[in-house]
């Protein structure tokens, strides 16, 4: 009832556009359907493909060693508008725009024959960058992922105790190095099986030293739900 209402007087307004939202999100019909969508990707890792391949098909760095995670789910390709969208959650404080996102993930996720896991993990952010950002991104789309999927979101298993420099403008091999031990597990997960919440995945390195710090807590099962893959 209180959706309702808030709906009757604060109705949904396109984010990208301005034009009335539709099915309550701050998105239209037109700019949904003009969304860079990932639908021709690895079956591990979600890296965008450039043409249609086989379902199951993995990308080239997927064979010669799998990652920490046992898959990557990420509904939208980064390039387009969706760069505009994940840069106004995670910097500029739209938090709308993470709603936004976690509801598009969301959707992605239920129209997918899967089993859910136990709970949601959004990446952490260093002590220091949270105070100078005010506000996770990934919490908050993990937030709006609970309340569709009815998980719970768990911020206290695990912490990042190293405040790293920014991933952006550093390599592959660099942010690998770069992430190294940023993290740590506070508690055992032993038999859970558990979804890493993230906006954006570039070379899985951030998610990938999560999911291994996970692992190592005793995690059953680790699988990264993105909003984007960065082709």
């Known amino acids: 009832m209180l959706s309702k209402l808030l709906d009757l007087f604060y109705p949904p307004t396109c984010i990208l556009c301005g034009a009335a939202g539709a099915q309550g999100w701050d998105l239209c019909?037109?700019?949904?359907?003009?969304?860079?969508?990932?639908?021709?990707?690895?079956?591990?890792?979600?890296?965008?493909?450039?043409?249609?391949v086989p379902a199951e098909a993995h990308c080239g760095r997927c064979q010669k060693a799998l990652p920490t995670f046992d898959r990557c789910l990420a509904p939208l390709r980064y390039e387009l508008q969706v760069p505009a969208l994940?840069?106004?959650?995670?910097f500029r404080g739209k938090l709308n725009a993470a709603r936004l996102l976690g509801q598009i993930l969301a959707?992605?996720?239920?129209?997918?024959?899967?089993?859910?896991?136990?709970?949601?993990?959004?990446?952490?952010?260093?002590?220091?960058?949270?105070?100078?950002?005010?506000?996770?991104?990934?919490l908050e789309?993990?937030?709006?992922?609970?309340?569709v999927l009815e998980l719970p979101v768990?911020?206290?298993?695990?912490?990042?105790v190293?405040?790293?420099?920014?991933?952006?403008?550093?390599?592959?091999?660099?942010?690998?190095?770069?992430?190294?031990?940023?993290?740590?597990a506070r508690r055992s997960l032993a038999g859970e099986r558990v979804a890493i919440i993230d906006d954006?995945?570039?070379?899985?390195?951030?998610?990938?030293?999560?999911?291994?710090v996970?692992?190592?807590?005793?995690?059953?099962?680790?699988?990264?739900?993105?909003?984007?893959r960065t082709p």
């Open 200 to 212: 954006v995945v570039t070379t899985a390195s951030t998610v990938g030293e999560l999911s291994r």
């Open 154 to 160: 768990d911020t206290r298993s695990c912490d990042r």
């Open 107 to 138: 959707s992605a996720l239920q129209s997918e024959a899967m089993a859910l896991p136990d709970v949601l993990i959004p990446v952490p952010l260093h002590l220091k960058r949270l105070r100078a950002r005010g506000y996770n991104q990934a």
């Open 29 to 52: 019909t037109g700019c949904h359907d003009e969304l860079p969508w990932n639908r021709n990707a690895c079956a591990r890792c979600a890296l965008p493909f450039d043409g249609p």
């Open 162 to 184: 190293t405040a790293t420099p920014p991933q952006a403008g550093l390599d592959e091999p660099e942010r690998r190095r770069n992430i190294r031990g940023a993290f740590v």
């Open 141 to 147: 789309i993990a937030r709006s992922l609970s309340a």
């Open 214 to 228: 996970l692992r190592r807590a005793g995690a059953q099962g680790v699988e990264v739900w993105a909003v984007a």
């Open 86 to 90: 994940i840069t106004g959650a995670k």
